[in-house]
C-alpha cells in the first residue's frame, strides 16, 4: 500500500473521529431547528454559490434560529429582526467574538485588525483610536468641503456623455476620499480609470474572504490550504501592505502634512505617545481595514441605489423633482442638503434593505454554551446574521421583493443598529464603525449624480443578479449614459 493511499485512508479516519465527537459533544442539548446533517459534510450541500439565499430557504422551513452543521463547524443562522435582537442587544457580549476565515490568517491580519480581534483591551484601544481619529462628529464636519470636493470630481468625470461604469466611477470616488482624508492626497486620478487594479484588489480579497473554503469547515486541513485561498489572500494583503508601508515611510521623512493634521498625522502621534497601545503595524493594518471595507461597501451602496432608481422611473422622478426643489437642478449636494431631503433618504434605506452590502455582517462566534429563546447556540459555533433575509422577510415588509422608498416615508426605522429590521451596519459593540461616514456619503453622491444628469440605459430590462463574497455586488456592472442637464 503506496503512502498516499495511507495518508488519505488516516485523514478518513481522522475526519469520522472528529464527526463523532462533535455529535457527541452536542448530545443532549437542546439545539435550534435545522436541516439532518450528512456523515463527513454535515449541511455543505445546502449552501450552493449564494448562501445568503440558500439559507434563508432553510429558514422559512426550520425558523429563524436555524442550526446547522458545515462540516466540523456547528453554525447558528439567524434570519429575523426578533431574532437579531436577541443576538445583538439581549446577548451582544456573549456573541460579540468573531468566527475568523481562515483566509484572514493571511498576514496574521487577525491579531491586529480591529473587525477581527476579539473585544478586550487591544481592540478597545484601537476602536476608540479609529472612532476618534476618523469617524468623530468633529473629524467628521471638518472633512466635509473634502468630501464635497471628492463628489465634484465624480460628476465633472460623468460629464463625458461616454457609458459610465458607475460602481467602478463611485469606488474611484470613495477610493479617493479616504485617501486624501487620511494621507492628504488621492491614489488614483480622479478623472481616468487608473483605479481598476485596486478595486480588481480588493474585490479579489472580498471574495478569497467570503466564498466557502474547506479549511473553514475542515480546520485539519488548515496547513494544506487545498484551494490555495490564503495563499492568493496573502499576495493581496501583502500588495496593500506594501503600499500603505510605502506611504508611512514617506509621512515619516517628511514629517506633518502640509495643510492641517490629517488622520496619518493623529495616528503617527498617538504612536509615539503610547507605542503599548498602537505601533506601526496596528496603523497599517488598520489602513488594510479601512480600505477593503470603506471602498467596496460605498461604492456598491451607490451603484445599487442607480440601478433600482434606473428599473423605477417613477421613483427616480420623484428623487429627481425633490432635489430640484430643495437644491436647485444640477447642483451638487453638500452635506447640510440631505436633512432636507426625506425621499433621497427613503431611497438610500431601501436600497440597504434590498442590497445589504455584507449579508451577513461579519459572522460571530459564542466562546460559551449560550442560551437563546429555550435552544442552545453550542460552545465555539459560528454565527451568521442573515441580514439580506431579514430585509426581504415578508412577515415585516410588504411586497419584500419590491423597491418602494415610501414604505419609509414617515417611519423613524434607521440604519443605526437600533432598529432590527434594518442591520446593513450591524448592531452592539461591533457595529460598524464607519457607519457615520457612509451615512453622510452614500446619499451625497447619489443625490448628486441623479441631480446633474439625466440617465439612459441601452438594456430594456436592469440585471439585479448578485455576485456573492464577503460583500454583495452586482454580477454584471451598471453601464449608464449620463446626459447633461445644461
Not at 26 to 33: F, N
Not at 136 to 150: A, N, P, T, V, Y
Not at 393 to 400: H, K, L, S, V
Request: with cysteine; proline share 6%; charged share 25%.
Amino acid at each position: 500500500m503506496d503512502f498516499i493511499t495511507l495518508f488519505s485512508l488516516g485523514l478518513v479516519f481522522i475526519l469520522i473521529l472528529m464527526t463523532a465527537v462533535q455529535t457527541i459533544s452536542t448530545r443532549g442539548k437542546k439545539l435550534p431547528p435545522g436541516p439532518t446533517p450528512l456523515p463527513l459534510i454535515g449541511n455543505l450541500h445546502l449552501l450552493g454559490d449564494q448562501p445568503h439565499k440558500s439559507l434563508c430557504r432553510l429558514a422559512k422551513t426550520h425558523g429563524p434560529l436555524m442550526y446547522l452543521r458545515l462540516g466540523f463547524i456547528n453554525t447558528v443562522v439567524i434570519s429575523s429582526a426578533e431574532m437579531a435582537k436577541e443576538v445583538l442587544q439581549k446577548h451582544d457580549l456573549a456573541f460579540s467574538s468573531r468566527s475568523i476565515p481562515n483566509a484572514i490568517h493571511a498576514h496574521d491580519q487577525f491579531k491586529y485588525s480591529v473587525v477581527w480581534l476579539p473585544v478586550g483591551p487591544r481592540w478597545r484601544s484601537l476602536r476608540k483610536a479609529l472612532t476618534a481619529n476618523m469617524f468623530s462628529s468633529s473629524r467628521l464636519d471638518s472633512g466635509q468641503k473634502l468630501r464635497c470636493r471628492k463628489v465634484q470630481e465624480l460628476v465633472d468625470y460623468c460629464r463625458s456623455g461616454e457609458v459610465v461604469d458607475v460602481g467602478r466611477a463611485a469606488f474611484r470616488t470613495s477610493l479617493n476620499l479616504l485617501s486624501s482624508t487620511i494621507f492628504c492626497k488621492d491614489l488614483t486620478d480622479p478623472f481616468s480609470d487608473s483605479a481598476k487594479e485596486f478595486r480588481d484588489l480588493v474585490w479579489n480579497i472580498m471574495v478569497e474572504a467570503g466564498k466557502p473554503n474547506l479549511v473553514d469547515f475542515f480546520p485539519i486541513l488548515g496547513k494544506l490550504d487545498p484551494q490555495g485561498v490564503r495563499r492568493r489572500t496573502t499576495v493581496h494583503f501583502g500588495e496593500l501592505l506594501y503600499l500603505f508601508g510605502g506611504l508611512i515611510d514617506e509621512r515619516l521623512e517628511k514629517g506633518k502634512s502640509d495643510q492641517n493634521a490629517d488622520v496619518m498625522d493623529v495616528l503617527l502621534a498617538a504612536w509615539k505617545e503610547n507605542p503599548e497601545e498602537i505601533d506601526r503595524t496596528h496603523i497599517e493594518r488598520m489602513c488594510l481595514d479601512l480600505f477593503i471595507a470603506g471602498t467596496d461597501t460605498s461604492s456598491s451602496t451607490v451603484e445599487w441605489a442607480m440601478a433600482e432608481a434606473l428599473a423605477n422611473p417613477e421613483i427616480m422622478k420623484k428623487a429627481k423633482a425633490e432635489l430640484e426643489e430643495i437644491v436647485g437642478k444640477g447642483k451638487v449636494l453638500e452635506e447640510a442638503d440631505i436633512s432636507r431631503l426625506p425621499y433621497l433618504r427613503c431611497m438610500v434605506k431601501e436600497t440597504l434593505r434590498l442590497h445589504p452590502p455584507v449579508p451577513f455582517l461579519i459572522p460571530r462566534r459564542v466562546e460559551d454554551d449560550v442560551d437563546v429563546c429555550g435552544y442552545t447556540v453550542p460552545k465555539n459555533s459560528q454565527v451568521l446574521v442573515n441580514a439580506w433575509a431579514i430585509g426581504r422577510d415578508a412577515g415585516i415588509w410588504e411586497n419584500p421583493l419590491e423597491f418602494k422608498p415610501e414604505r419609509f416615508v414617515g417611519s423613524e426605522v434607521d440604519v443605526k443598529g437600533r432598529d432590527f429590521e434594518l442591520i446593513p451596519f450591524g448592531g452592539g459593540r461591533r457595529i460598524c464603525p464607519g457607519l457615520p461616514l457612509a451615512v453622510r456619503m452614500v446619499p451625497m453622491m447619489v443625490g448628486s449624480l441623479l441631480n446633474s444628469f439625466d440617465w439612459k440605459v441601452e438594456e430594456e430590462i436592469i440585471d439585479m443578479e448578485e455576485k456573492f463574497g464577503i460583500t454583495l455586488q452586482k454580477a454584471r456592472p451598471l453601464l449608464a449614459i449620463p446626459i447633461p442637464l445644461f
